[in-house]
């Protein structure tokens, strides 16, 4: 394969091509915490905002918070207004669940500063990568892990992060994302908007880090075309004292 060189929109790829991989993990914890009309959701990293269309569809109350305008901007076309800022949910709100999906590195370490929002007995949510023999996707990532030193977060980080938060840990559980693209082109661009591979692009030269992609994925292109990567992640469930 040869590089794509097509022009990259992160955001939007992330909300077009890759956002919608994760349905199962939304679900999954929707489903175990019983989340509905009665909830209210508050999504740390919260992108350009399905998992929280996901809970508003289930008549939860829902607010997020994302440091990337580009992804708020897509959020806020598809929820109502005042739904989701780069500031915080609106002052004297609470929460009975708080979320980092897919922002576990510094946004879920930020979990521990929005538990004051949270009701107590809230149930705090933060999501990762299962374990390496679980995911396709890992030969991929360490592509990032290669060139910056970059790793994935694990459950161990998780726990750790929601007990430096002062949390009471609750459960975890693994659930089958599978990754799946119409063509290696697409792949690339939903890969490179997940965020993971954003310090190797800055340090090296994009087009080898696109070259080097389309290599690591070559065992997951079928014959007619489209990539399919089976993937397990993991999520650790916490509560609020």
Not at 36 to 51: E, I, K, M, N, W
């Amino acid at each position: 394969m040869t590089p794509t060189l097509v022009p990259h929109h992160p955001a939007r790829d992330w909300a077009e091509i890759q956002e919608r991989m994760l349905v199962p993990l939304y679900e999954a914890v929707y489903d175990r915490l019983g989340v509905g009309a009665r909830s209210s959701v508050l999504g740390l990293g919260c992108g350009s905002g399905l998992a929280l269309l996901m809970a508003a569809a289930r008549g939860a109350r829902v607010a997020g918070v994302d440091g990337d305008l580009a992804r708020l901007a897509l959020a806020r076309e598809r929820l109502p207004e005042g739904t989701v800022s780069a500031a915080g949910p609106p002052e004297g709100a609470a929460y009975d669940v708080v979320t980092a999906f897919h922002g576990t590195g510094p946004v879920a370490a930020r979990a521990g500063d929005f538990t004051p929002l949270a009701q107590s007995g809230a149930a705090v949510v933060v999501a990762g990568w299962g374990p390496p023999e679980r995911c396709a996707t890992d030969p991929v990532l360490r592509i990032a892990a290669r060139l910056t030193g970059w790793r994935p977060v694990v459950r161990e980080d998780l726990e750790e992060v929601l007990a430096a938060a002062g949390l009471r840990w609750e459960g975890s559980g693994r659930v089958a994302c599978p990754f799946g693209y119409a063509d290696a082109d697409s792949a690339v661009r939903g890969l490179l908007s997940t965020g993971d591979f954003d310090v190797a692009v800055r340090a090296t030269d994009p087009h080898q880090v696109e070259k080097e992609l389309l290599e690591a994925l070559e065992p997951y292109v079928r014959a007619d075309g489209t990539v399919w990567m089976p993937n397990d992640f993991r999520y650790v469930i916490a509560r609020v004292p």
